[in-house]
Protein backbone atom coordinates (compact mmCIF):
# COMPACT_ATOMS: atom_id res chain seq x y z
CA UNK A 1 0.00 0.00 0.00
CA UNK A 2 2.94 2.25 0.82
CA UNK A 3 3.25 3.52 -3.21
CA UNK A 4 -0.40 4.43 -3.95
CA UNK A 5 -1.01 7.69 -5.05
CA UNK A 6 2.68 8.16 -5.13
CA UNK A 7 5.10 8.96 -7.88
CA UNK A 8 7.03 5.98 -9.06
CA UNK A 9 9.44 5.26 -11.47
CA UNK A 10 9.47 4.18 -15.31
CA UNK A 11 8.83 0.85 -15.70
CA UNK A 12 11.63 0.80 -17.92
CA UNK A 13 13.78 3.62 -16.54
CA UNK A 14 16.72 0.98 -15.14
CA UNK A 15 16.53 -0.85 -18.58
CA UNK A 16 16.54 2.46 -20.20
CA UNK A 17 19.87 3.41 -18.64
CA UNK A 18 21.84 0.40 -18.35
CA UNK A 19 20.93 -0.79 -22.13
CA UNK A 20 19.00 -3.59 -20.84
CA UNK A 21 15.74 -2.53 -22.12
CA UNK A 22 15.43 -4.82 -25.33
CA UNK A 23 14.25 -2.41 -28.72
CA UNK A 24 13.67 -4.92 -31.91
CA UNK A 25 17.07 -5.50 -32.85
CA UNK A 26 18.11 -6.50 -29.51
CA UNK A 27 16.22 -9.11 -30.04
CA UNK A 28 18.07 -12.75 -30.26
CA UNK A 29 18.58 -14.00 -33.99
CA UNK A 30 16.19 -17.65 -34.48
CA UNK A 31 18.38 -20.39 -36.05
CA UNK A 32 16.46 -19.99 -39.19
CA UNK A 33 15.85 -16.24 -39.18
CA UNK A 34 16.57 -14.39 -42.22
CA UNK A 35 17.80 -10.70 -42.74
CA UNK A 36 15.15 -8.38 -45.02
CA UNK A 37 15.65 -5.44 -46.71
CA UNK A 38 14.59 -4.04 -50.66
CA UNK A 39 15.87 -2.76 -53.58
CA UNK A 40 14.14 0.84 -54.23
CA UNK A 41 13.51 2.82 -56.85
CA UNK A 42 16.72 5.51 -58.07
CA UNK A 43 14.31 7.90 -59.77
CA UNK A 44 10.95 9.86 -58.65
CA UNK A 45 8.75 8.93 -61.24
CA UNK A 46 8.48 6.70 -63.93
CA UNK A 47 6.88 3.76 -65.80
CA UNK A 48 8.92 0.34 -64.92
CA UNK A 49 9.87 -1.06 -67.79
CA UNK A 50 11.89 -4.25 -66.32
CA UNK A 51 12.99 -5.86 -63.49
CA UNK A 52 16.06 -8.07 -63.62
CA UNK A 53 16.37 -10.45 -60.50
CA UNK A 54 18.88 -13.90 -61.83
CA UNK A 55 21.67 -12.37 -60.22
CA UNK A 56 20.46 -11.73 -57.25
CA UNK A 57 18.93 -15.35 -56.98
CA UNK A 58 22.49 -16.44 -57.87
CA UNK A 59 24.58 -14.75 -55.39
CA UNK A 60 24.96 -17.06 -52.43
CA UNK A 61 23.22 -16.46 -49.14
CA UNK A 62 20.13 -14.99 -51.16
CA UNK A 63 17.07 -16.89 -50.14
CA UNK A 64 14.73 -15.03 -52.74
CA UNK A 65 13.08 -12.23 -53.68
CA UNK A 66 9.56 -11.25 -54.43
CA UNK A 67 7.78 -8.24 -56.57
CA UNK A 68 4.19 -6.92 -56.39
CA UNK A 69 3.25 -10.50 -58.40
CA UNK A 70 4.07 -12.67 -55.23
CA UNK A 71 1.72 -10.79 -52.90
CA UNK A 72 -1.18 -13.41 -52.06
CA UNK A 73 -3.49 -10.25 -51.10
CA UNK A 74 -4.12 -6.78 -51.51
CA UNK A 75 -1.13 -4.77 -53.46
CA UNK A 76 -2.24 -1.65 -52.13
CA UNK A 77 -2.58 -0.06 -48.66
CA UNK A 78 -3.61 2.96 -46.33
CA UNK A 79 -5.18 4.27 -43.48
CA UNK A 80 -8.02 6.59 -45.44
CA UNK A 81 -7.98 4.63 -48.49
CA UNK A 82 -5.87 2.22 -50.15
CA UNK A 83 -4.07 4.53 -52.63
CA UNK A 84 -0.54 3.38 -51.53
CA UNK A 85 1.44 0.46 -53.10
CA UNK A 86 2.80 -1.81 -50.90
CA UNK A 87 5.34 -2.95 -53.69
CA UNK A 88 5.95 -0.67 -56.69
CA UNK A 89 3.91 -2.55 -60.02
CA UNK A 90 3.78 -0.70 -63.18
CA UNK A 91 5.44 2.74 -62.18
CA UNK A 92 7.48 4.25 -59.26
CA UNK A 93 6.24 7.31 -57.35
CA UNK A 94 9.11 8.54 -55.10
CA UNK A 95 13.04 7.72 -54.47
CA UNK A 96 13.60 4.94 -52.44
CA UNK A 97 10.17 3.62 -52.96
CA UNK A 98 10.22 -0.30 -52.41
CA UNK A 99 10.32 -2.32 -55.68
CA UNK A 100 11.79 -5.67 -55.03
CA UNK A 101 11.30 -7.55 -51.12
CA UNK A 102 15.22 -9.08 -50.83
CA UNK A 103 15.40 -12.29 -48.03
CA UNK A 104 19.42 -13.39 -47.08
CA UNK A 105 20.96 -15.60 -44.85
CA UNK A 106 23.51 -12.66 -44.43
CA UNK A 107 23.87 -8.88 -44.47
CA UNK A 108 26.76 -9.45 -47.07
CA UNK A 109 24.64 -11.48 -49.35
CA UNK A 110 21.26 -8.58 -48.66
CA UNK A 111 24.06 -5.84 -49.76
CA UNK A 112 25.07 -7.64 -53.10
CA UNK A 113 21.46 -8.51 -53.96
CA UNK A 114 20.82 -5.10 -53.77
CA UNK A 115 23.58 -4.13 -56.54
CA UNK A 116 22.35 -7.07 -58.85
CA UNK A 117 18.89 -6.18 -59.02
CA UNK A 118 18.24 -4.04 -62.07
CA UNK A 119 15.13 -2.28 -62.41
CA UNK A 120 14.23 -0.58 -66.04
CA UNK A 121 12.75 2.65 -65.65
CA UNK A 122 11.71 4.97 -67.89
CA UNK A 123 11.78 8.50 -66.24
CA UNK A 124 8.45 11.00 -65.98
CA UNK A 125 8.32 14.41 -64.94
CA UNK A 126 8.41 14.08 -61.14
CA UNK A 127 6.30 16.71 -59.76
CA UNK A 128 8.80 18.30 -56.68
CA UNK A 129 6.64 21.32 -55.34
CA UNK A 130 3.37 22.42 -54.02
CA UNK A 131 3.10 25.13 -56.80
CA UNK A 132 3.92 22.49 -59.68
CA UNK A 133 0.92 20.38 -58.02
CA UNK A 134 -1.03 23.30 -57.77
CA UNK A 135 -0.44 24.24 -61.66
CA UNK A 136 -1.26 21.03 -62.91
CA UNK A 137 -4.14 20.62 -60.56
CA UNK A 138 -2.65 17.63 -58.66
CA UNK A 139 -5.18 17.09 -55.35
CA UNK A 140 -5.16 14.16 -53.18
CA UNK A 141 -9.00 13.84 -52.03
CA UNK A 142 -11.30 16.55 -52.11
CA UNK A 143 -11.08 20.28 -51.08
CA UNK A 144 -12.14 21.34 -47.39
CA UNK A 145 -13.89 24.41 -46.62
CA UNK A 146 -14.67 25.97 -43.05
CA UNK A 147 -16.62 29.49 -43.30
CA UNK A 148 -18.25 31.88 -41.37
CA UNK A 149 -19.90 34.70 -42.21
CA UNK A 150 -18.82 36.58 -45.80
CA UNK A 151 -14.97 37.15 -45.37
CA UNK A 152 -14.95 38.49 -49.16
CA UNK A 153 -17.20 41.41 -48.29
CA UNK A 154 -15.90 42.05 -44.48
CA UNK A 155 -12.27 42.16 -46.41
CA UNK A 156 -13.88 44.76 -49.09
CA UNK A 157 -15.17 46.95 -46.31
CA UNK A 158 -12.51 46.65 -43.87
CA UNK A 159 -10.26 50.12 -43.02
CA UNK A 160 -6.80 47.98 -43.45
CA UNK A 161 -6.16 45.30 -45.65
CA UNK A 162 -2.99 43.29 -46.04
CA UNK A 163 -2.28 39.82 -48.36
CA UNK A 164 0.87 37.23 -48.67
CA UNK A 165 2.28 33.94 -48.60
CA UNK A 166 3.68 31.91 -45.58
CA UNK A 167 5.78 28.47 -46.58
CA UNK A 168 6.10 26.16 -43.52
CA UNK A 169 8.71 23.53 -44.69
CA UNK A 170 8.44 19.73 -43.77
CA UNK A 171 10.75 17.91 -40.62
CA UNK A 172 11.43 14.43 -39.56
CA UNK A 173 10.56 12.54 -36.74
CA UNK A 174 14.46 10.80 -36.16
CA UNK A 175 13.04 8.32 -34.22
CA UNK A 176 16.25 7.11 -32.77
CA UNK A 177 14.74 3.51 -33.31
CA UNK A 178 14.01 3.21 -36.87
CA UNK A 179 11.13 1.42 -38.77
CA UNK A 180 11.91 -2.11 -37.34
CA UNK A 181 9.78 -5.52 -38.07
CA UNK A 182 10.03 -9.21 -37.03
CA UNK A 183 7.91 -11.76 -38.25
CA UNK A 184 7.66 -14.84 -37.29
CA UNK A 185 5.23 -17.49 -39.10
CA UNK A 186 3.01 -19.70 -36.77
CA UNK A 187 0.75 -22.92 -36.84
CA UNK A 188 -2.28 -23.31 -39.50
CA UNK A 189 -1.02 -19.86 -41.33
CA UNK A 190 -1.09 -17.71 -38.51
CA UNK A 191 1.66 -15.10 -38.20
CA UNK A 192 3.47 -13.28 -35.37
CA UNK A 193 4.81 -9.56 -36.24
CA UNK A 194 6.51 -7.74 -33.40
CA UNK A 195 6.49 -4.22 -34.93
CA UNK A 196 7.92 -0.74 -34.05
CA UNK A 197 4.52 0.74 -34.97
CA UNK A 198 2.28 3.06 -32.71
CA UNK A 199 -0.75 1.18 -34.16
CA UNK A 200 -0.51 -2.41 -33.21
CA UNK A 201 -4.50 -2.44 -35.21
CA UNK A 202 -3.13 -0.90 -37.88
CA UNK A 203 -0.32 -3.03 -38.65
CA UNK A 204 -2.03 -6.67 -37.75
CA UNK A 205 -5.00 -5.41 -40.72
CA UNK A 206 -2.36 -4.78 -43.83
CA UNK A 207 -0.48 -7.53 -43.06
CA UNK A 208 -3.26 -9.64 -42.85
CA UNK A 209 -4.93 -7.99 -46.09
CA UNK A 210 -1.72 -8.24 -47.75
CA UNK A 211 -0.73 -11.77 -47.17
CA UNK A 212 -4.31 -12.73 -47.91
CA UNK A 213 -5.04 -13.30 -44.38
CA UNK A 214 -7.98 -13.24 -42.01
CA UNK A 215 -7.49 -10.49 -39.28
CA UNK A 216 -7.46 -13.66 -36.54
CA UNK A 217 -4.41 -15.07 -37.96
CA UNK A 218 -2.01 -12.44 -37.65
CA UNK A 219 -0.98 -10.88 -34.31
CA UNK A 220 1.39 -7.77 -33.55
CA UNK A 221 3.11 -7.07 -31.18
CA UNK A 222 4.81 -3.90 -29.56
CA UNK A 223 6.86 -4.01 -26.39
CA UNK A 224 8.60 -0.25 -26.88
CA UNK A 225 9.47 1.95 -29.81
CA UNK A 226 12.69 3.76 -29.49
CA UNK A 227 10.57 6.99 -30.14
CA UNK A 228 7.57 7.67 -32.95
CA UNK A 229 6.35 11.05 -32.79
CA UNK A 230 3.87 9.73 -35.01
CA UNK A 231 6.50 8.60 -37.75
CA UNK A 232 4.88 5.38 -36.72
CA UNK A 233 1.20 5.62 -36.84
CA UNK A 234 1.11 4.17 -40.27
CA UNK A 235 4.91 3.83 -41.84
CA UNK A 236 5.48 1.10 -39.97
CA UNK A 237 3.23 -0.92 -41.86
CA UNK A 238 5.27 -1.59 -44.70
CA UNK A 239 8.44 -2.93 -43.15
CA UNK A 240 6.09 -5.38 -41.43
CA UNK A 241 4.22 -6.20 -44.85
CA UNK A 242 7.60 -6.92 -46.22
CA UNK A 243 9.02 -8.92 -43.11
CA UNK A 244 5.93 -11.23 -43.24
CA UNK A 245 5.69 -11.70 -46.92
CA UNK A 246 9.37 -13.52 -46.58
CA UNK A 247 7.84 -15.38 -43.12
CA UNK A 248 5.19 -16.57 -45.00
CA UNK A 249 6.67 -17.51 -48.20
CA UNK A 250 9.62 -19.18 -46.81
CA UNK A 251 8.25 -20.16 -43.72
CA UNK A 252 11.28 -18.69 -41.97
CA UNK A 253 11.40 -15.75 -38.75
CA UNK A 254 12.12 -12.80 -40.96
CA UNK A 255 13.79 -9.77 -39.61
CA UNK A 256 13.50 -5.53 -41.19
CA UNK A 257 15.53 -3.16 -39.58
CA UNK A 258 15.39 0.11 -41.64
CA UNK A 259 18.59 1.74 -41.18
CA UNK A 260 18.92 5.66 -41.25
CA UNK A 261 19.58 6.11 -44.88
CA UNK A 262 16.93 3.87 -45.87
CA UNK A 263 14.33 5.24 -43.27
CA UNK A 264 14.72 8.57 -43.82
CA UNK A 265 14.56 8.23 -47.75
CA UNK A 266 11.61 6.04 -48.12
CA UNK A 267 9.40 7.05 -45.12
CA UNK A 268 7.03 9.91 -44.75
CA UNK A 269 7.77 13.46 -42.35
CA UNK A 270 5.65 16.62 -41.28
CA UNK A 271 3.62 18.17 -44.45
CA UNK A 272 5.63 21.22 -46.37
CA UNK A 273 2.78 24.00 -46.28
CA UNK A 274 1.94 26.44 -48.54
CA UNK A 275 -0.66 29.55 -46.98
CA UNK A 276 -1.91 32.19 -49.02
CA UNK A 277 -4.13 34.73 -46.72
CA UNK A 278 -5.98 37.89 -46.87
CA UNK A 279 -6.75 39.89 -43.73
CA UNK A 280 -8.90 42.99 -43.18
CA UNK A 281 -8.49 44.89 -39.55
CA UNK A 282 -8.83 48.20 -38.12
CA UNK A 283 -6.24 50.96 -37.16
CA UNK A 284 -6.22 48.94 -33.86
CA UNK A 285 -5.31 46.06 -35.42
CA UNK A 286 -8.36 43.99 -34.59
CA UNK A 287 -9.38 41.27 -37.34
CA UNK A 288 -11.97 42.05 -39.06
CA UNK A 289 -12.03 39.48 -41.55
CA UNK A 290 -9.65 36.56 -43.20
CA UNK A 291 -9.04 34.58 -46.20
CA UNK A 292 -6.86 31.80 -45.75
CA UNK A 293 -5.82 28.81 -48.26
CA UNK A 294 -3.64 25.95 -47.41
CA UNK A 295 -2.07 23.55 -49.53
CA UNK A 296 -0.03 20.44 -48.16
CA UNK A 297 2.44 18.29 -49.87
CA UNK A 298 1.17 14.76 -49.15
CA UNK A 299 3.85 13.06 -50.99
CA UNK A 300 2.38 10.22 -53.47
CA UNK A 301 -0.35 8.98 -51.55
CA UNK A 302 -2.97 9.50 -49.47
CA UNK A 303 -1.67 8.14 -46.12
CA UNK A 304 -3.17 10.63 -43.27
CA UNK A 305 -3.10 13.79 -44.95
CA UNK A 306 -6.38 14.68 -45.32
CA UNK A 307 -6.88 14.28 -41.67
CA UNK A 308 -3.54 16.37 -40.92
CA UNK A 309 -4.56 18.83 -43.02
CA UNK A 310 -8.24 19.25 -41.50
CA UNK A 311 -6.77 19.66 -38.32
CA UNK A 312 -4.73 22.31 -39.80
CA UNK A 313 -8.14 24.17 -40.90
CA UNK A 314 -9.36 23.73 -36.94
CA UNK A 315 -6.45 25.42 -36.08
CA UNK A 316 -6.21 28.43 -38.42
CA UNK A 317 -7.56 30.92 -36.07
CA UNK A 318 -5.58 29.42 -33.44
CA UNK A 319 -6.44 31.79 -30.21
CA UNK A 320 -8.06 34.62 -31.80
CA UNK A 321 -11.57 35.38 -32.61
CA UNK A 322 -11.96 36.58 -36.46
CA UNK A 323 -16.15 37.34 -37.21
CA UNK A 324 -15.69 36.78 -41.19
CA UNK A 325 -13.71 33.98 -41.77
CA UNK A 326 -12.87 31.79 -44.49
CA UNK A 327 -10.23 29.05 -44.90
CA UNK A 328 -9.57 26.51 -47.51
CA UNK A 329 -7.49 23.42 -47.45
CA UNK A 330 -5.87 21.31 -50.19
CA UNK A 331 -4.02 18.39 -50.65
CA UNK A 332 -1.09 18.40 -52.96
CA UNK A 333 0.31 15.03 -54.79
CA UNK A 334 4.05 15.07 -55.10
CA UNK A 335 6.72 12.55 -56.08
CA UNK A 336 7.81 12.23 -52.82
CA UNK A 337 7.64 9.60 -49.58
CA UNK A 338 3.33 9.68 -48.63
CA UNK A 339 3.94 12.46 -45.62
CA UNK A 340 2.24 11.33 -42.49
CA UNK A 341 1.47 12.38 -39.05
CA UNK A 342 3.70 14.13 -36.75
CA UNK A 343 3.72 15.64 -33.19
CA UNK A 344 0.46 18.69 -33.31
CA UNK A 345 -0.71 16.81 -36.47
CA UNK A 346 -1.10 19.69 -39.07
CA UNK A 347 -1.74 21.64 -36.00
CA UNK A 348 1.57 23.41 -35.59
CA UNK A 349 1.07 24.61 -39.36
CA UNK A 350 -2.45 26.62 -39.12
CA UNK A 351 -0.68 27.88 -35.82
CA UNK A 352 2.29 29.27 -37.56
CA UNK A 353 0.11 30.61 -40.18
CA UNK A 354 -1.89 32.81 -38.27
CA UNK A 355 1.16 33.67 -35.94
CA UNK A 356 2.85 35.09 -39.12
CA UNK A 357 -0.10 37.33 -40.00
CA UNK A 358 -0.71 38.77 -36.53
CA UNK A 359 3.27 39.75 -36.88
CA UNK A 360 2.22 40.59 -40.39
CA UNK A 361 -0.09 43.30 -38.99
CA UNK A 362 1.55 44.18 -36.09
CA UNK A 363 4.59 45.21 -38.41
CA UNK A 364 2.11 46.59 -40.61
CA UNK A 365 0.76 49.37 -37.49
CA UNK A 366 4.33 49.55 -36.08
CA UNK A 367 2.90 48.44 -32.63
CA UNK A 368 4.04 45.07 -30.24
CA UNK A 369 2.72 42.10 -31.77
CA UNK A 370 1.99 40.76 -28.42
CA UNK A 371 -0.61 44.05 -28.34
CA UNK A 372 -2.28 42.98 -31.36
CA UNK A 373 -2.47 38.99 -30.11
CA UNK A 374 -4.12 40.42 -27.13
CA UNK A 375 -6.67 42.40 -28.94
CA UNK A 376 -7.70 39.44 -31.15
CA UNK A 377 -7.79 36.78 -28.30
CA UNK A 378 -11.00 35.26 -27.73
CA UNK A 379 -12.87 36.40 -25.31
CA UNK A 380 -15.21 35.04 -21.94
CA UNK A 381 -19.08 35.58 -22.51
CA UNK A 382 -18.35 37.17 -26.56
CA UNK A 383 -16.68 36.82 -29.16
CA UNK A 384 -16.30 32.95 -28.02
CA UNK A 385 -17.45 31.18 -31.05
CA UNK A 386 -14.82 29.29 -33.47
CA UNK A 387 -15.37 29.55 -37.22
CA UNK A 388 -16.44 26.04 -36.88
CA UNK A 389 -19.16 26.85 -34.69
CA UNK A 390 -17.96 25.04 -30.93
CA UNK A 391 -18.64 27.66 -28.12
CA UNK A 392 -15.24 28.46 -26.62
CA UNK A 393 -15.80 28.47 -22.77
CA UNK A 394 -13.79 28.44 -19.74
CA UNK A 395 -10.97 30.88 -21.42
CA UNK A 396 -8.47 31.86 -19.57
CA UNK A 397 -6.17 32.81 -22.23
CA UNK A 398 -6.41 36.91 -21.48
CA UNK A 399 -4.91 35.97 -18.22
CA UNK A 400 -2.69 33.56 -19.04
CA UNK A 401 -1.12 35.59 -21.87
CA UNK A 402 -1.05 38.60 -19.21
CA UNK A 403 1.01 36.09 -16.55
CA UNK A 404 3.37 34.91 -18.83
CA UNK A 405 4.10 38.64 -20.18
CA UNK A 406 4.93 39.71 -16.29
CA UNK A 407 6.90 36.44 -15.39
CA UNK A 408 9.05 36.11 -18.37
CA UNK A 409 9.63 40.10 -18.26
CA UNK A 410 8.46 40.05 -22.17
CA UNK A 411 8.63 43.59 -22.08
CA UNK A 412 11.92 44.38 -20.69
CA UNK A 413 14.18 41.94 -22.79
CA UNK A 414 12.33 42.99 -25.92
CA UNK A 415 13.52 46.29 -25.06
CA UNK A 416 16.94 44.86 -24.81
CA UNK A 417 17.16 43.10 -27.91
CA UNK A 418 15.70 46.40 -29.99
CA UNK A 419 18.96 48.22 -28.29
CA UNK A 420 21.50 45.70 -29.20
CA UNK A 421 19.75 44.72 -32.74
CA UNK A 422 20.98 48.58 -32.81
CA UNK A 423 24.24 48.03 -31.87
CA UNK A 424 24.99 44.66 -33.78
CA UNK A 425 23.41 44.27 -37.33
CA UNK A 426 24.77 41.52 -38.05
CA UNK A 427 23.61 39.43 -35.20
CA UNK A 428 20.18 40.36 -34.95
CA UNK A 429 17.61 38.54 -32.50
CA UNK A 430 13.98 38.36 -32.02
CA UNK A 431 11.32 37.67 -28.91
CA UNK A 432 7.67 36.49 -29.41
CA UNK A 433 5.27 35.03 -26.99
CA UNK A 434 2.41 33.21 -28.73
CA UNK A 435 -0.63 31.35 -27.04
CA UNK A 436 -1.97 28.46 -28.18
CA UNK A 437 -5.85 27.23 -28.11
CA UNK A 438 -5.16 23.26 -29.13
CA UNK A 439 -7.79 20.57 -29.13
CA UNK A 440 -6.38 17.12 -28.57
CA UNK A 441 -9.47 15.32 -29.81
CA UNK A 442 -9.23 12.70 -32.76
CA UNK A 443 -11.48 14.30 -35.85
CA UNK A 444 -12.65 10.45 -36.08
CA UNK A 445 -14.65 10.15 -33.70
CA UNK A 446 -14.30 6.05 -32.76
CA UNK A 447 -10.57 7.09 -31.93
CA UNK A 448 -12.01 9.05 -28.79
CA UNK A 449 -12.72 6.13 -27.51
CA UNK A 450 -10.77 3.17 -25.53
CA UNK A 451 -10.64 -0.18 -23.67
CA UNK A 452 -9.13 -2.03 -21.17
CA UNK A 453 -8.89 -5.88 -20.17
CA UNK A 454 -7.87 -5.99 -16.68
CA UNK A 455 -7.69 -9.57 -14.97
CA UNK A 456 -7.48 -10.28 -11.35
CA UNK A 457 -5.73 -13.57 -10.58
CA UNK A 458 -6.68 -16.05 -7.31
CA UNK A 459 -2.88 -14.84 -5.61
CA UNK A 460 -3.94 -11.44 -5.70
CA UNK A 461 -2.04 -10.01 -8.43
CA UNK A 462 -3.47 -7.93 -11.45
CA UNK A 463 -3.25 -8.01 -15.57
CA UNK A 464 -3.72 -5.20 -17.68
CA UNK A 465 -4.18 -5.33 -21.35
CA UNK A 466 -4.76 -2.00 -23.10
CA UNK A 467 -4.48 -1.00 -27.03
CA UNK A 468 -1.75 1.97 -26.34
CA UNK A 469 1.78 1.68 -27.39
CA UNK A 470 4.89 2.44 -25.18
CA UNK A 471 7.36 5.16 -26.54
CA UNK A 472 9.37 6.57 -23.67
CA UNK A 473 6.25 8.41 -22.61
CA UNK A 474 5.45 6.33 -19.47
CA UNK A 475 2.08 4.71 -20.51
CA UNK A 476 2.60 1.65 -18.74
CA UNK A 477 4.00 3.06 -15.52
CA UNK A 478 0.80 5.44 -15.85
CA UNK A 479 -1.76 2.23 -15.92
CA UNK A 480 -0.19 0.37 -13.47
CA UNK A 481 -0.95 3.15 -11.11
CA UNK A 482 -4.46 4.07 -11.88
CA UNK A 483 -5.15 0.23 -12.03
CA UNK A 484 -3.03 0.03 -8.50
CA UNK A 485 -4.95 3.10 -7.01
CA UNK A 486 -8.67 1.67 -7.88
CA UNK A 487 -7.48 -1.43 -6.34
CA UNK A 488 -5.72 0.02 -3.56
CA UNK A 489 -2.77 -2.45 -4.05
Not at 250 to 275: P, V
Not at 301 to 314: F, G, I, K, P, Q
Amino acid sequence: MQNVGKIIPHDSAVGHVTGRAPYLDDLPMRADELLVGFAGSLVASGRIKSISLDAARQIPGIVEVFTADDLPGEKHFGPLFKDEPVLADGEVLYVGQPVVVIAAETREALRAARQAIKIDVVPTEPILSIERAVELGRFIGPARQIARGDAAAALKSAPRRLRGEFHNLGQEQFYLESQAAIAYPGEQGQMIVHSSTQNTSEVQVVVAEALGLTQHQVVCICKRMGGGFGGKETQAALPAIMAALVAQKTGRAARLIYNKDEDMCSTGKRHAYRNEWEVGFDDAGRILALKTSFFSDGGAAADLSLAVMERTMLHAENSYYIPDIEINGRVCFTNYPPNTAFRGFGGPQGIAAIENIMHEIAQHLGIDALEVQRRNLYGCGDRNLTPYCQVFIKNHLPEIVDALAASSHYAQRKAAIERANQVDRLRLRGIALSPVKFGISFTTRFMNQASALVNVYTDGTVQVTTGGTEMGQGLNTKVRQLVADEFGV
